[in-house]
């Protein structure tokens, strides 16, 4: 297994919880556990240290009181300031995982951590908009900056293309064998969805 050394996680609290009621999301119970602390435990157990918590909740601290918890160094500015807070704060190099993916395992916060040692950026492949899922990937130190850049402009939006134009050395995981969908009939792969094999975003309580 590739040595993911220096690499730290991060649980990025955001969101108007608007499918819970204003609900923090991560606080909500999947398989009886909090969200939150199984997010917890498996970036501690991939990456060997305790994640990051960044959360502008007034009680943040008291979610986890274990962990360092910390507000967007830029508020009021969505996800892409999450994650920008995160890559300054942990510091970078870092994965980030938004937390209502209750499902991300292990070996894919390693696998997307290890890309680092050649990619700025390692962002799992999403059949959305956006074409990756860049609230469950890795960013390194140079991220930083071309966040920073980004927000400065009003760019709040992370996606792919904002990535490519920043210069940023990235590449998108796929984990083919992961996919669930059935084989292309030519090539016999399976094409990977994120919401499957990567984080399955919760919704309300009652659906999870």
Known sequence: MIAVDGVRGAILAGGGATRFGGKP???????????????ARTLERALGQ?????????????????L???????????SLGG???AVMTAPAPVVCVAWDMPFVSEELIHRLAAGLQEHDAMLPQSDGR??????????????????????DAGDLLAHREAIARSGMTHAVLSLLEYGRRAPNAET???????????SRRSGPPTTV
């Open 130 to 151: 956006r074409g990756v899922e860049p609230l469950c990937a890795a960013y390194g130190p140079a991220c930083g900056p071309a966040i920073s850049a980004s927000l």
């Open 68 to 78: 360092t918890t910390v507000s967007d160094l830029r508020p009021g500015l969505g």
């Open 188 to 198: 016999g792969t399976r094409p990977c969805r994120h919401r499957t094999w990567c």
């Open 50 to 66: 305790p994640p990051l918590l960044v959360a502008n909740a007034p009680d943040a601290a008291g979610w986890r009181p274990d």
């Open 83 to 85: 994650i920008y807070t």
């Open 25 to 39: 999301k991560g606080l909500e119970l999947v398989g009886g556990e909090r969200i939150l602390d199984r997010l």
